[in-house]
């Protein structure tokens, strides 16, 4: 930002600032809405297509941040299980299991007072009782269905406990897989398999597209990487510099962006087609970006190492 206010305080253009996302300022360059869109704006040929890129005046790559090794501590290993979709699947299963309860108890508390008769209350524990056990194919014997009725309840609770015992080992097996590989991502290579947090409309969107690699996106770069730094996702593909920057000023420090960074790109401002503008940020970029100055402000921002 402060190239371009130097920029345009050389060329002597006035200007007012509108937070937007990606998707929003190409449009708003293709619809005249926008007179030009800085930012980290990668350079790209189906960019170049829409609209018109002044010289590059900072060539970065994409990194990969993934949580810091040992940064979960020794329960990490158990971090599925302590996420609100767990905790809410248990719930779930909670009340499928007291209604199979209830409804095993309204068939079976007149024909069968001895095993789930008693008050409204123990009636309906003792059903509870009866379809957990069944369900974990436990089947203790101390309770079973006499009626006709009770018996179709049980046999279909049996076969359905099957699917549902099934789908929760799956579930958890995938979970606990995917948690112990977290640590594993070293590089681009690595991110087949799991679930990637990236800003939509990014570059580095279109790059995990075209690989066929799951993605999930985000408004802002910020809220892509609390994705990973919550645990909902595994690693978050953004600008190299840009990652790091946000995770050393921001309370994300239990993240790492992966070295080296890969698919090397050009940042650029952007225009509207055929602006005249183009030219003239040209030259007032390539004057400023030619000395020590610009050197100074990029260790500033993004450290030594991205000179």
Known sequence: MELWEEAAGSVGVSYEYSEQTLDDMFAGLQSGQNDAAIGALSITPEREEIVDFTHGYYR????????????GGPFSFFAPLLTWQFASAVLTLLVVLAGVGAV??????????????????????????????????????????????????????????????????????????????????????DLRGVR????????????????????????????????????????????????RYLIENSDLADLRVLEPSFEHESYGFAFPTGSPMVERFNRATLRLTGGNDWEEMIEYYVGEENL
């Open 196 to 243: 990637v947090a990236v800003v939509e409309g990014s570059s580095s969107a279109v790059w995990l597209e075209e690989r066929n690699i799951r993605l999930r996106e985000f408004p802002t770069a910020e809220a892509a990487l609390a994705a990973v730094a919550d645990g909902d996702l595994q690693a978050a593909v953004h600008d190299a510099p840009l990652a």
């Open 104 to 189: 095993i108890w309204l068939v079976e508390r007149r024909q069968n007072p001895e095993e789930f008769g008693g008050t409204t209350a123990h009636g309906l524990g003792k059903g509870l009782w009866w379809s957990a056990v069944t369900m974990t194919t436990v089947g203790y014997g101390d309770k079973s269905p006499r009626t006709m009725a009770g018996r179709i309840v049980g046999l279909v609770w049996m076969f359905t406990s099957i699917i549902i015992i099934a789908g929760m080992t799956g579930a958890l097996a995938s979970a606990f897989t995917v948690s112990s590989l977290d640590g594993g991502i070293e590089g681009p290579d």
């Open 60 to 71: 970065s790559g994409l990194g990969i941040a993934v949580p810091s090794e040992g940064g």
